[in-house]
């Protein structure tokens, strides 16, 4: 099965119940403007109960570098997601991988050469960074995987899934408006629905990176 990464996560119950059902990362959103973001004690609370083949993944919008530090250690992080328009040395001086979400072609140009664990396609939508709900360009994550790992985020949902992998390719998933019932709330029983879709898509033999 393609790994896959929870996005949004703000309750221990919504963690438990991801990795339950397969999940390969969980998400916890850093920043203040999102409807998802969490303080850092509730991520290392969640963090702390997570099976330790669970990656915990801090998603972070131009954050500073000892912001990046401070949080990864106090919430037990594995990786970061930026997911802004950070510099490049940002990137570079990050204490753990660094996933880089880009949204076009222009975005990826700036960051292509810069050592990634992935690059994660996202929807671009004015003045949100992630969470839309609205897909992404599967096109585009195909070209990206040209080059480095992919993550392909974005409207992702059991509908949908099948198709998504058979045109993007990614090397992982991630999601999270779709399975919510709420900004941050979870709904078990569609995540329960995604899991049982993507356990029974056949991936073809193709390379794959893995990332978490």
Same mark, same amino acid.
Request: with cysteine; proline share 5%; hydrophobic share 45%.
């Given at each position: 099965?393609?790994?896959?990464?929870?996005?949004?996560?703000?309750?221990?119950?919504?963690?438990?119940?991801?990795?339950?059902?397969?999940?390969?990362?969980?998400?916890?959103?850093?920043?203040?403007?999102?409807?998802?973001?969490?303080?850092?004690?509730?991520?290392?609370?969640?963090?702390?109960?997570?099976?330790?083949?669970?990656?915990?993944?801090?998603?972070?919008?131009?954050?500073?570098?000892?912001?990046?530090?401070?949080?990864? #250690?106090?919430?037990?992080?594995?990786?970061?997601?930026?997911?802004?328009?950070?510099?490049?040395?940002?990137?570079?001086?990050?204490?753990?991988?660094?996933?880089?979400?880009?949204?076009?072609?222009?975005?990826?140009?700036?960051?292509?050469?810069?050592?990634?664990?992935?690059?994660?396609?996202?929807? #671009?939508?004015?003045?949100?960074?992630?969470?839309?709900?609205?897909?992404?360009?599967?096109?585009?994550?195909?070209?990206?995987?040209?080059?480095?790992?992919?993550?392909?985020?974005?409207?992702?949902?059991?509908?949908?899934?099948?198709?998504?992998?058979?045109?993007?390719?990614?090397?992982?998933?991630?999601?999270?408006?779709?399975?919510?019932?709420?900004?941050?709330?979870?709904?078990?029983? #569609?995540?329960?629905?995604?899991?049982?879709?993507?356990?029974?898509?056949?991936?073809?033999?193709?390379?794959?990176? #893995?990332?978490?």
């Amino acid at each position: 099965m393609i790994p896959a990464k929870i996005c949004g996560i703000t309750r221990l119950a919504d963690a438990l119940a991801a990795a339950e059902l397969g999940a390969a990362a969980v998400g916890f959103v850093f920043y203040a403007r999102s409807p998802r973001c969490l303080e850092v004690a509730q991520a290392a609370h969640i963090s702390a109960k997570l099976p330790p083949q669970i990656a915990r993944v801090g998603v972070f919008v131009n954050p500073d570098l000892q912001t990046l530090i401070s949080t990864a #250690k106090n919430a037990g992080l594995t990786h970061i997601q930026l997911h802004g328009e950070e510099e490049v040395a940002l990137c570079q001086e990050s204490p753990l991988p660094v996933i880089k979400a880009v949204r076009s072609p222009v975005e990826f140009d700036a960051y292509k050469n810069v050592s990634m664990a992935a690059f994660l396609i996202d929807s #671009k939508t004015q003045d949100q960074f992630g969470g839309s709900g609205q897909l992404s360009d599967w096109n585009f994550s195909r070209q990206v995987k040209a080059h480095a790992p992919v993550i392909l985020a974005g409207g992702l949902s059991s509908s949908n899934i099948a198709q998504a992998l058979a045109t993007a390719q990614p090397d992982a998933v991630d999601l999270s408006s779709s399975v919510e019932l709420a900004p941050g709330i979870k709904d078990h029983h #569609k995540l329960r629905e995604f899991f049982a879709a993507l356990r029974q898509i056949e991936i073809a033999e193709r390379q794959s990176s #893995k990332i978490f």
